[in-house]
């Protein structure tokens, strides 16, 4: 059986392959980074009904961005967790 002679690549088409390719990265290098900030929020319209549903005295903004970092950090069931562990005042 003869054999092919093999083709020359085309190096024109390879470098259009590799932009189209990185093209696509590059989109969906996006959607992820956007389904990663849309993750991070997702807990904010939860909190902020529960606050509209309960009554909350007078707080210093150092100490809201503080619980608000807190969440932020160590996530809701953490802090939540350790809100119910302090005594009723």
Do not use: C, N, W, Y
């Not at 088409?13 to 696509?24: N, P, Q």
């Not at 959607?31 to 009904?49: C, H, M, N, T, Y």
């Not at 608000?68 to 009723?88: D, E, I, N, W």
């Amino acid at each position: 059986m003869a054999r092919t002679a093999s083709k020359p690549d085309d190096l024109a088409a390879i470098t259009a392959r590799r932009e189209a390719l990185l093209a696509e990265l590059a989109q969906v290098e996006e959607q992820a980074k956007a389904a990663e900030e849309a993750a991070r929020d997702a807990g904010r319209p939860v909190l902020l009904a529960a606050f509209e549903r309960v009554k909350i005295g007078g707080m210093e903004k150092a100490e809201a961005r503080a619980i608000a970092t807190a969440v932020s950090r160590h996530g809701g069931k953490a802090v939540s967790q350790h809100l119910a562990s302090l005594p009723v005042a």
